[in-house]
């Protein structure tokens, strides 16, 4: 089976940071591309990061640039979400998702084929 497994959530203060981590399962990973997305209440899914797992090449949503960092373990089939300088609208369930055909698009959340079942995210004011 595929499997996404995030861990790393929690309660954190504006400002502080988290560190989000995505393990996969049941795929090979070299040739896809691995994303974030957010979720919070009453509000669409949207794009956070995502990067290519040969190349590295990294993306990021406007509203998180400068703060967020993904990164991946190729070792460990594992994607990092480095979280800094949190706010409370950072507030929402982050997802982890898996682009088996990525064609460079990678902010698209209907280009993904596999999804974690997420980790909440609040940041407190």
């Known amino acids: 089976q595929v499997q996404l497994v995030e861990s790393g959530g929690g309660l954190v203060q504006t400002g502080g940071s988290l560190r989000l981590s995505c393990a996969a399962s049941?795929?090979?990973?070299?040739?896809?591309?691995m994303g974030w997305f957010r979720q919070a209440p009453g509000k669409e899914r949207g794009f956070v990061a995502a990067?290519?797992?040969?190349?590295?090449?990294?993306y990021y949503a406007d509203s998180v640039k400068g703060r967020f960092t993904i990164s991946r373990d190729n070792a460990k089939n594992t994607v990092y979400l480095q979280m800094n300088s949190l706010k409370p609208e950072d507030t929402a369930v982050y997802y982890c998702?898996?682009?088996?055909?990525?064609?460079?698009?990678?902010?698209?959340?209907?280009?993904?084929?596999?999804w974690g079942q997420g980790t909440q995210v609040t940041v407190s004011s």
């Open positions: 998702a898996a682009d088996i055909n990525y064609s460079g698009s990678a902010s698209r959340s209907y280009n993904y084929d596999y």
């Open positions: 049941g795929l090979t990973l070299s040739s896809y591309a």
């Open positions: 990067i290519t797992w040969s190349g590295g090449r990294t």
